[in-house]
């Protein structure tokens, strides 16, 4: 079992920035990757970001260039620095991990930190 608490989220006016973490406890050794996903109000739940055990990154295309995910092993910690935030920004995030199964990945979910830009 893996347990994912975030935290960080707030009200930020547009162009600033915000730094989200994500702990990770538990069984975690198997983990092959952990990132970020949000959802804004009315929308469906999208990829901001990704990490691979390996330390590849994948960005979703509205944050490229603005946003940076980065990892600290010895914390069991992954961060997502938000830069130039707008006001699209806003939304649910979610901290996500995957573990690689032999039936196929499994996936963890934190309990969400709201970030809000008002226009």
């Known amino acids: 079992q893996v347990q994912l608490v975030e935290s960080g989220g707030g009200l930020v006016q547009a162009g600033g920035s915000l730094r989200l973490s994500c702990a990770a406890s538990g069984n975690i050794f198997r983990i092959n990757a952990m990132g970020w996903y949000r959802q804004a109000p009315g929308k469906q739940r999208e990829l901001v970001a990704t990490i691979t055990s390996g330390g590849s990154t994948n960005y979703g295309d509205s944050v490229k260039g603005r946003f940076t995910i980065s990892r600290d092993n010895g914390k069991n910690t992954v961060y997502l620095q938000m830069n130039s935030l707008k006001p699209e920004d806003t939304a649910d995030y979610y901290c996500?991990?995957?573990?690689?199964?032999?039936?196929?990945?499994?996936?963890?979910w934190g309990q969400g930190t709201q970030v809000t830009v008002p226009s």
């Open positions: 996500n991990a995957a573990e690689l199964r032999t039936t196929g990945y499994h996936n963890y």
